[in-house]
């Protein structure tokens, strides 16, 4: 193993890993001057007059009559602040809450998931506020002030979990700026908002090498926060903010250039981080043109607008959700208009009309509201069609014919992969996500959990021996990244569409996995060989009622048929679990095919 956690150092980069060792040996020696800081207490008020305009469209009811956490979970709200150190799950308060943020350790399971402490003081009730009082609502602008002075009076600069993380005091200035630009108060804001911003960035400036080493959208996030909030203060006579705005536009466009490929596939290997990802740049966008700021680096519009076409191509239309593979937090930075968390349909829209300059769900009326409470007009230009297409930087093949989508994942890590997914394959019909991935659930579980959601186990291709593809070295890392070792390139004829992708392991395991995708049926070939004992083939299926009839699975629509040339040692229906929301898990069906033999797997799966 210390083999295997060399290796995958050198995989991390080393200048990636020497940055996060500086900056955990700074916290520990008390030489990062971030631990030196302090600031004065702002007070009422942080937001002026909200002027109604009853010609917006609606807006959700969100910290309202009630707090969907993780944007799922129903909280119960009234017009008084939350406890911010409140777990409402367990009812449970931490109590490190006048403690330095540097001291807090970041997970503490017999506790409560810090996450849930988070999720309050990302402020994005402010972006509801803000909209209840645009519609008329008398009471929006008390309890938004009010909610904020209590927010910083019960989390005084830089003391207690809430301030322990870069990137959450990044979304807080984020959310407070969109407040701003949706109230009109950009041009003159209230001072305490602008000093509540500049308390923030001081957090977030000594810190960002930190977050520049996760190569995720901690970067992002900060960056933008720092180039959004630097501008803002810079425009309002803060002369020593501009040094903030020229680090976050320099930063954006470094990490725009390294954590988003040529084709547009994110370091993170997940829907909904690439959501967050391609929604704080839309942000950044609006921003700049806001205040009036030189376009970025013509490299950051063309990694923007293919990331946007990416993220497009994976959605199912009819629902506007997407396969569920990656790291999933329930991170959403623009709840705006009224749709199901999962509906990634409205970002699409954004993120198009700003950085392709086309329309793309104008048939959609919550992505034609969000642009109207942004103020941007749709462009006349529509997208052409989502067709099949491969994205090889990031290992994504996306089949499409019809009614039907069928998402390949196959291994092309040039970040670290949160999960062990390799040859993962989703399936959608009519909007029905057929064969589908666990999510991730918790980062802050049981070690059983956690290595459930994100382990092989929790994706539908094979398992060797028991083990995961890949050797996990912490909570958040695995080791001896798979490669590709073969392609069958993407062939689109009249009959089908066709992909396969394969890899050996590091044990001399081999996966060759090979899709056909016809019209009302989807062929998937298995090539299996090198293991020792045991390969279990999994097919994760939608919770409806499935009936097993020889080496085939029914249900009233659909059916997957397998045959084998070799023995099928077990077939069985077995109980899994599927997470869509985080923290939020539910049963499902899955189907597993267990075989002692190299073998070559067929199975159709049909629908009608």
Known sequence: MILVKIRTLFLLGLRNVARVLIYRLSIKTKINPVLRLKADIPHLPFFFDLTPDLTKPKAPYFWTRRALYFGFHEVCVDATPPCWHNDPFKNVTISNF??????IPDFE?????????????????????????????????????????????????????????????????????MGALLSNQIAKPCLSLLSLIEIHLKRIAPTIDYALGQNNNHGTSEAAALFIGGGWLATQGNVSAKRWETLGRRLLEDRVEQLISPDGSFSQYSLNYHRLMMDTLSIVELWRRKLNRPRFDTLFYQRACAAAVWLDHM??????????????????????????????????????????????????????????????????????????????????????RERALALLRFPR?????????????????????????????????????????????????????????????????????LKTNWIKPLLISEKNDTFGAGYRDRNGVSHKRLLEL??????????????????????????????????????????????????????????????????????????????HYDACITTIIRWT
């Not at 399971?109 to 209840?132: G, H, L, M, P, Y």
């Open 109 to 177: 399971t017999n506790v409560t998931d810090i996450k849930v402490i988070w999720e309050a003081s990302r402020f994005d009730w402010v972006i509801s506020f803000v909209q209840r009082g645009i519609l008329g609502d008398p009471t929006a602008l008390h309890k938004l002030n009010t909610w904020i002075d209590d927010w910083i009076l019960n989390n005084p600069p830089y003391k207690g979990a809430n301030w322990k993380c870069g990137q959450e005091a990044s979304i807080r200035v984020i959310h407070l700026a």
């Open 518 to 595: 016809h019209k009302n049926h989807l062929t998937v070939t298995d090539n299996i060989s090198g293991f020792k004992d045991k390969a279990i083939l999994r097919w994760r299926l939608a919770p409806v009622l499935w009936e097993l009839h020889g080496l085939t699975a029914r249900s009233k629509r659909y059916s997957l048929e397998i045959t084998s040339n070799q023995p099928i040692d077990r077939f069985e229906l077995v109980d899994g679990w599927e997470s869509l929301y985080y923290l939020h898990k539910t049963k499902l069906p899955v189907l597993e095919l267990e075989t």
């Open 413 to 481: 890590f040039r970040f670290k992969p949160s999960q062990s997914d390799a040859l993962h394959l989703d399936l959608w019909v009519d909007g029905l996500n057929l064969l589908r991935d666990a999510g991730s659930y918790s980062y802050n579980s049981s070690s059983d959990l956690m290595h459930y959601f994100s382990g092989t186990h929790g994706h539908n291709t094979v398992q060797f021996d028991g083990r995961d593809q890949m050797p996990r070295i912490s909570r958040f890392l695995f080791g001896d990244w």
């Open 315 to 400: 959605l199912d239309i009819e629902s506007g959700d997407g396969p569920n593979f990656g790291a999933n937090d329930g991170a959403h930075l623009l709840p705006i208009v009224d749709t199901d968390y999962r509906d990634y349909r409205p970002s699409v829209h954004l993120s198009m009309t700003l950085f392709v300059g086309c329309s793309r769900y104008n048939e959609q009326q919550a992505s034609k509201e969000l642009l109207r409470w942004l103020g941007l007009v749709p462009p006349t230009l529509d997208t052409s069609v989502q067709r099949s297409v491969v994205y090889s930087d990031g290992g994504y093949a996306v089949l499409r």
């Open 98 to 103: 006048r403690n330095d943020w540097w001291a």
